[in-house]
T-cell receptor, first 112, second 110 residues
Framework: NAGVTQTPKFQVLKTGQSMTLQCAQD?????MYWYRQDPGMGLRLIYY???????DKGEVPNGYNVSRLNKREFSLRLESAAPSQTSVYFC???????????FGPGTRLTVT | GDSVTQMEGPVTLSEEAFLTINCTYT??????LFWYVQYPGEGLQLLLK?????DKGSNKGFEATYRKETTSFHLEKGSVQVSDSAVYFC?????????FGTGTSLTVIP
């Protein structure tokens, strides 16, 4: 039981490049989330998916797109990376009545 | 909108000292409240939770009580250890969304 996995762990991009961050969970959870973590700002929600086939914007969605590929997988895409997107990105999932989130190990992204 | 405010850090304590990290929240309705812990280089892990007023969450010697009258969920531990050094986040759940505080870094020195 791996929980929530994220790939890659580290990535360096040049301004304007695109990339997709992958997230998968094996806990049969309905809800999945993408956050970014910046110093002094805690975690900010980018997008979430309450169930397979649905996605909704969070607090900071600009510059990102998401795909809920199936119940297990939820990817985050940066179409044209900017230095302001340098951050640590966390994926999380949430099961039914337990309400807490389970987090992946994170992806550290640097945009130069 | 919903939000969480937690005590600024960093906090440095000696081993066996008493720990309090303050957390207050603003929310409509009756949110669930959480404390998460993040060790260096890792994702967040749930430390404890409370789902209704007056509930006390506890785990690994840490405790927090959901106080509706003061909209607070302060984290306490009676005797901290070096292994408790980490960043602690207070959070609330409102509907499908979670709102996190900015985190409080704790360092415990021997």
């Amino acid at each position: 039981n791996a929980g929530v996995t994220q790939t890659p762990k580290f990535q360096v991009l040049k301004t304007g490049q695109s990339m997709t961050l992958q997230c998968a969970q094996d806990m049969n959870h309905n809800s999945m989330y993408w956050y970014r973590q910046d110093p002094g700002m805690g975690l900010r929600l980018i997008y979430y998916s309450a169930s397979e086939g649905t996605t909704d914007k969070g607090e900071v969605p600009n510059g990102y797109n998401v795909s809920r590929l199936n119940k297990r997988e939820f990817s985050l895409r940066l179409e044209s990376a900017a230095p302001s997107q340098t951050s640590v990105y966390f994926c999380a999932s949430r099961g039914g009545i337990t309400y807490e989130q389970y987090f992946g190990p994170g992806t550290r992204l640097t945009v130069t | 909108g919903d939000s969480v405010t937690q005590m600024e850090g960093p906090v440095t304590l000696s081993e066996e000292a008493f720990l309090t990290i303050n957390c207050t929240y603003t929310a409509t309705g009756y949110p669930s409240l959480f404390w998460y812990v993040q060790y260096p280089g890792e994702g967040l892990q749930l430390l404890l939770k409370a789902t209704k007023a007056d509930d006390k969450g506890s785990n690994k010697g840490f405790e927090a009580t959901y106080r509706k009258e003061t909209t607070s969920f302060h984290l306490e531990k009676g005797s901290v250890q070096v292994s408790d050094s980490a960043v602690y986040f207070c959070a609330l759940r409102s509907g499908n969304q979670f709102y996190f505080g900015t985190g409080t870094s704790l360092t415990v020195i021997p």
